[in-house]
């Protein structure tokens, strides 16, 4: 379906993020800001920035990769909402944001967009962060 040796991740999200799995469709990948648990998927499938170009095979895959995340997400954090989002308006390469929010973050209700400096994560904590969200992967 896809040619993992053509895909080209955009730098942008090469530098704000960390390779968590790599899935059938899409690459999943933890942005590095521990102020929220935020994690991105990314179809292996060059030239595409939006989920309607996708063939519909490759939109079935991306919806179910997307279940598979936020359940993943749910179980692990417990959040008060989960936002997804696919909007590129700095990044086209299609990419979908699973943003974990709880009534104390950073931005609560507001958007995460443009509220403060993200915080990396420290060393320790990313390894705690990505090991967890491995192994809640492969409970489901």
């Known amino acids: 379906m896809t040619d993992p040796y053509a895909f080209q991740l955009d730098p942008q999200l090469e530098k704000d993020t960390v390779l968590i799995s790599d899935w059938h469709l899409c690459q999943v990948r933890l942005m590095n800001d521990s102020r929220y648990p935020w994690v991105i998927l990314i179809p292996k499938v060059d030239g595409v920035s939006e989920i309607h170009e996708l063939a519909e ?55 995460v967009w443009g509220v403060g400096d993200a915080v990396p994560y420290d060393p320790e904590a990313l390894d705690e962060t990505v090991n967890g969200l491995q192994i809640a992967f492969e409970l489901l």
């Open 57 to 111: 095979e490759q939109q079935q895959l991306l919806l179910g990769e997307s279940m598979r995340l936020s359940k993943a997400l749910e179980q692990l954090f417990s959040p008060h909402k989960l936002n997804i989002a696919a909007l590129g308006n700095m990044v086209r390469q299609l990419h979908v944001h699973h943003i974990v929010r709880f009534e104390n973050d950073a931005s609560f209700p507001k958007p």
